[in-house]
């Protein structure tokens, strides 16, 4: 298996991982913007960018785009992040060029129709009230919001209703313009595919686009607030927040094996203390957000509302005996959880194309696998145990829904 890499002339690169033992490929286009880079006025419009292309396009129209993928038995999907945003498919690889043609008709020559528009606006505020009524899902960009105020990076990626209702055709085309630049592009393949042939098909479908990369994000500020979130539900869905490195921080791979010990399965800690042992939350775990100059580490916990206080409480001592005692053990048992994590996710093409992608928004360059392996190996107890002291000492967000207060941001 080899990996390649090409750049073209308006910046386009052009990575590929020939995988000749499967008979399919997965491919994508990944841009390096997504909704950290709207304002406050267009919130919400990478996403619905994304919806819209699906909608028809110059040449073919919504139904079609659905009937020309899946008359080859593939499909044709995308999604939108706060730094990133993603149109891929999954082929047979005889299908290659027709994969690629359709995501470059997608983002080359979609029609925004005035009237499609509309409707599809309707679908996205029915996602966004979907959003508010799962409160396992509101919680975390309600905690977004708690950790960021005020900033791009803490406002929801579906937008407001405010937002969504203003966005208009003319919007989207100047994201389109302004965004997808030749320097913010990246055509990721992995599978069976012909590196060379890809590159002559990315020069003919994105050769043209404007170069350069787009325009510059603001700094995340992390400046803990506290957002309650009265309404009724079964359980109290309780958050915190703590601001977590960023992806080329020297304490990344050290805080990452801290919330795998700390909450990241069934033997963490969090788990054995407030579910195994106290019976506290039906739910309880640790995660962390990473960016590339900033991160947010969270804990999340479904409990009892009479439990939210104590289970709060319990979970914020949880992280500071992790952080002062954890054993040797714990942080082996970490780095085989890490390991194994990165080392499964390549297993399909798809996993490949999605990691060759982020490798290269991240850092420019591909890291293979064993260099990530090797890295997190190299990170000792002492490494943890500092890193992880350092970030529970900061201030802390705090969100919760159907909760009473259960603690203030400090």
């Known amino acids: 298996m080899t990996t390649r890499l090409t750049t073209l002339a308006n910046g386009v690169r052009v990575v590929t991982r020939s995988m000749p033992h499967v008979e399919t490929v997965a491919l994508g286009l990944h841009v390096d913007t997504g909704a950290r880079s709207e304002t406050e006025a267009t919130n919400g419009v990478a996403h619905l960018l994304e919806h819209m292309v699906f909608k028809g396009t110059a040449t073919r129209s919504a139904r079609r785009i659905a009937e020309e993928i899946e008359d080859v038995g593939g499909s044709l999907n995308a999604y939108t992040a706060r730094d990133m945003t993603v149109f891929h498919a999954r082929l047979l690889s005889a299908d290659t060029q027709l994969g690629m043609e359709m995501i470059a008709d997608l983002v080359r020559a979609p029609r925004f129709d005035e009237e499609e528009l509309e409707r599809e606006k309707a679908v996205v505020l029915q996602e966004l009230g979907e959003a508010r009524d799962t409160p396992d899902d509101i919680v975390f960009d309600h905690l977004q919001a708690a950790a960021f105020p ?16 203003a966005l208009t055709s003319r919007d989207l085309r100047d994201w389109l313009d302004v965004q997808y630049r030749g320097g913010s592009c990246i055509v990721a393949a992995a599978g069976k595919v012909d590196h060379d042939a890809l590159v002559t098909l990315s020069e003919a479908l994105f050769g043209d686009l404007a170069p350069g990369v787009r325009p ?79 991160g947010l580490f969270s804990v999340y916990l479904a409990t009892a509302k009479k439990d939210a206080a104590r289970a709060m409480d319990l979970a914020v001592k949880v992280l500071g005996e992790t952080a002062s005692a954890l054993r040797p053990d714990e942080l082996a048992r970490a780095k085989a959880q890490v390991r194994a994590g990165v080392l499964m996710s390549l297993e399909s093409p798809g996993g490949w194309a999605e990691y060759l992608a982020r490798q290269l928004l991240a850092h420019g360059h591909v890291k293979t696998p064993a260099d990530i392996v090797a890295r997190i190996e190299a990170v000792d107890l002492d490494i943890v145990r500092a890193a992880s002291a350092r970030m529970i000492a900061g201030p802390y967000a705090v969100a919760d829904v159907g909760a009473a207060a259960v603690r203030r941001a400090a």
């Open 150 to 165: 005020d900033q791009s990076i803490g406002r929801s990626i579906l937008g407001s209703e405010a937002s969504i209702a």
């Open 216 to 294: 510059d994000t603001a700094a995340a500020v992390f400046a803990p607030g506290v957002i309650h979130d009265r309404r009724k539900f079964e359980q109290a869905h309780l958050t915190l927040g703590l601001p977590a490195p960023g992806i080329h921080d020297p304490d990344f791979d050290a805080i990452a094996l801290f919330v795998t010990a700390a909450g990241g399965g069934a033997s963490s800690r969090l788990f054995q203390e407030l579910r195994e042992e106290r019976g506290l939350a039906y739910s309880v775990y640790a995660s962390t957000t990473p960016y590339a100059d900033a």
